[in-house]
């Protein structure tokens, strides 16, 4: 039987490539102590009409209950894998990767629990402490304690990249969208170290019901 570790049984730079940005932990989590005041992140200034577009995203990620799709992972040492993810707003998330790859991450309770079955060895850290934990949460607002830090719109795609405002340095949401009719695309996580880590959806389905509470078992370890 594997147990959740909170001390990584693989190297930080390992897990951040293979969780797809989700369990990259910053690097505050590992200090002792804080010298100075982490710096918080400063609001892009934008035009009304790009303002407007952003609130179109979160009006478009409040509005979405569950998604399955198709993706494909680009890690930062290059390494393509692909897979089926599922998302069930607010606070669930599965990411099963294509067989041969052993590996299997699932988000839910606040947390993000990934498994190796080849290693026989599962990790678990806190989903709030996760750029892409921003995608799963209930109510998201782009503003207060998160910061819109860029912004674009061009050739029929709208990119908006997100940092929790208190801790800019823990790491970088970027979500990309398609604008007619608006769904998402893809989005890339930056993390504490500055390796960034892009997922692109496929075949994409909203909104289809309920899904099985079993997909979001974080006991995974026991599979």
Wanted: proline residues 8%.
């Amino acid at each position: 039987m594997t147990r959740p570790n909170r001390l990584f049984p693989l190297p930080t730079g390992v897990v951040c490539a293979l969780l797809a940005g989700l369990a990259c932990l910053p690097a505050s989590l590992h200090a002792q102590t804080v010298a100075t005041p982490a710096p918080t992140a400063m609001t892009l200034s934008l035009a009304p009409a790009d303002r407007a577009w952003v609130q179109r995203v979160q009006d478009y990620l409040n509005g979405v209950t569950t998604l399955e799709a198709q993706f494909q992972q680009l890690a930062p040492d290059g390494k393509r894998t692909t897979g089926t993810a599922w998302l069930s707003r607010p606070g669930r998330m599965r990411f099963e990767y294509d067989k041969p790859s052993p590996l299997l991450l699932v988000a839910n309770h606040g947390q993000v629990v990934f498994n190796d079955s080849q290693l026989g060895q599962t990790t678990t850290l806190p989903l709030d402490k996760t750029p892409l934990g921003l995608l799963l949460r209930p109510g998201l607002q782009l503003s207060g304690d998160v910061t819109v830090t860029g912004f674009t719109h061009s050739n029929g795609l709208v990119q908006v990249t997100l940092v929790r405002t208190a801790s800019p340095a823990d790491g970088s949401l970027t979500l990309v969208f398609h604008d007619s009719p608006m769904s998402l695309r893809s989005w890339s996580v930056v993390d504490a170290q500055g390796q960034e880590t892009r997922v692109d959806l496929y075949n994409i389905r909203l909104g289809g019901g309920p899904l099985p509470d079993g997909l979001f078992d974080t006991e995974i370890g026991e599979q």
